[in-house]
């Protein structure tokens, strides 16, 4: 059985490192639209017809289960592929909720911050205005961010001034978690976490994505026979990029069982 993997790049690759940490008993497939990335920056019609190329090829080379692992790319495609084929098919959202939830007793305003494209789409208002009853979430675009982990700029020198700068217009004593809700931004939870102060929670949605996936196999009846072996693709088909994804899944990889280690 062969899971599929699908971004507009190297985001989706934070969700299928955590998949490969809690179903290591599946394959992979894992395909990027390099043709077109950034998806932030597309018309919703755009990026609905990118995605629906990438997947009908991803079709074709047998997958059991699809994830889209990209907040923007669900937002627009996810109820129309769900309707095209008869596959689980799983997407991603900002961990909204959870974040809500947890800032419930502190008082505290919850910073969501994703892609321009996603944070102004329906999908997003109508979560928002589900689980906001008090009114204490806040929105941050934060588009460079995409194109500095396409080019794996993860040098805290680069990264600590344009986070200061971003967040430089919000007073984080007030706020008490901060959702990465794009599939790019997790690759900089470390670097967030060395310079937000203590009381700021950093959440995103891979977790509860891969737990929302585990569930959906058991419901269909598909059992992990694999080794968790990963196939990468590329819509381009560049020999450069699907080595930049392999160094890009070691390095989160590494850094999420870094985190694992430090909880033990």
Not at 160 to 185: E, R, W
């Amino acid at each position: 059985m062969t899971i599929g993997f699908f971004d507009s790049g190297l985001g989706g690759l934070s969700v299928l490192a955590e998949s490969l940490r809690k179903l290591p008993d599946q394959d992979y497939l894992y395909m990027a639209d390099t043709l077109h990335v950034p998806y932030g920056s597309k018309t919703n019609a755009e990026v609905k017809e990118y995605v629906f190329q990438a997947v009908e090829r991803m079709m074709a080379e047998g997958i059991d289960a699809l994830v889209v692992a990209c907040n923007t790319a669900t937002s627009i495609a996810v109820e129309d592929l769900r309707a095209m084929y008869d596959l689980p098919i799983v997407g991603m959202e900002p961990a909204v909720k959870p974040a809500v939830e947890m800032n419930r007793a502190t008082g505290k305003r919850v910073l969501v911050t994703a892609t321009l494209l996603t944070l102004t789409m329906p999908r997003y208002y109508a979560l928002v205005n589900r689980v906001d009853e008090g009114g204490i979430v806040d929105s941050l675009p934060l588009p460079e961010l995409v194109h500095y982990c396409e080019n794996l700029q993860f040098d805290p020198d680069v990264m600590v001034p344009y986070f200061q700068s971003k967040l430089a217009p919000y007073n984080l004593d007030d706020y008490g978690i901060i959702v990465l809700g794009c599939t790019h931004y997790p690759f900089y939870a470390d670097i967030l976490r060395s310079m937000l102060p203590p009381h700021i929670g950093i959440v995103d949605g891979n977790a509860g994505t891969v737990r929302r996936l585990s569930a959906l196999l058991n419901r269909f009846g598909i059992a992990g026979s694999g080794s968790g072996s990963v196939t990468f693709r590329c819509m381009g088909n560049e020999p450069a990029y699907l080595d930049k994804m392999q160094t890009a899944l070691a390095f989160i990889s590494e850094r999420l069982e870094a985190r694992e280690n430090s909880k033990n």
